[in-house]
């Protein structure tokens, strides 16, 4: 079946430095690949998404490309603020009635 | 425009007792499902429906019931509440099953079963 990976965190980052937090994935076919973020206490919202392979997906700083090759999806941004805590979560989806698989969050805590 | 609502936000229940989670949406999507999510294990999904009068299970069903009589509306029952229930809940919709489709999250219910 489908799976997604992504560590749990938290990862702790100053004001400013640059995040990297990876996924990768197993699926069959060809599927679009997302990133979903939580901020405390809300739901999860739509961040950024690639549908086909080699595509960049970018949002409010953030981007990620999708490598097939690898099969990656990999969370980047350059200048990380505090308000950018919150858990992102990676996830993919092949379409059709179980939609979307998503990994288990990873926690990022961004201190002054 | 609301998006996805869902009632209520905190609820403690006790073992045995049953309850209904609300959801709506007013997006017109078909498609709406519930999660659980519990530390360490990401989302889970529960219960989806593809359309009014059509229901399917997750990975997880044991022990919860859905309908869907109108678009709108997706409630998620717990029939016998047990700790291992504990979570928080969260309901969600897309337009449709395709896989270009954004998932529309509610801010979910944080449940409690004692």
């Known amino acids: 079946g489908n799976s997604v990976t992504q560590m749990e965190g938290p990862v702790t980052l100053s004001e400013e430095a640059f995040l990297t937090i990876n996924c990768t994935y197993t699926a069959t076919g060809y599927p679009s690949l997302f990133w979903y973020v939580q901020y405390p206490g809300e739901g999860l919202q739509l961040l950024l998404k690639?549908?086909?392979?080699?595509d960049k997906g970018s949002n409010k700083g953030f981007e990620a490309t999708y490598r097939k090759e690898t099969t990656s999806f990999h969370l980047e941004k350059g200048s990380v603020q505090v308000s950018d805590s919150a858990v992102y979560f990676c996830?993919?989806?092949?379409?059709?009635?179980?939609?979307?698989?998503f990994g288990i969050g990873t926690k990022l805590q961004v201190i002054p | 425009n609301a998006g996805v609502t869902q009632t209520p936000k905190f609820q403690v229940l006790k073992t045995g007792q049953s309850m209904t989670l609300q959801c709506a949406q007013d997006?017109?999507?078909?498609?709406m499902s519930w999660y659980r999510q519990d530390p360490g294990m990401g989302l889970r999904l529960i219960h989806y429906?593809?359309?009014?009068?059509?229901?399917d299970q997750g990975e997880v069903p044991n022990g919860y019931n859905v309908s869907r009589s109108t678009t709108e509306d997706f409630p998620l029952r717990l029939l016998s509440a047990a700790p291992s229930q504990t979570s928080v809940y969260f309901c969600?919709?897309?337009?449709?099953?395709?896989?270009?489709?954004?998932?529309?999250f509610g801010p979910g219910t944080r449940l409690t079963v004692l």
């Open positions: 997006m017109n999507h078909e498609y």
């Open positions: 996830a993919l989806s092949a379409g059709g009635y179980q939609k979307v698989t």
């Open positions: 969600a919709s897309s337009p449709w099953t395709g896989k270009k489709d954004t998932q529309y």
């Open positions: 429906s593809v359309g009014a009068g059509i229901t």
């Open positions: 690639a549908t086909k392979a080699d």
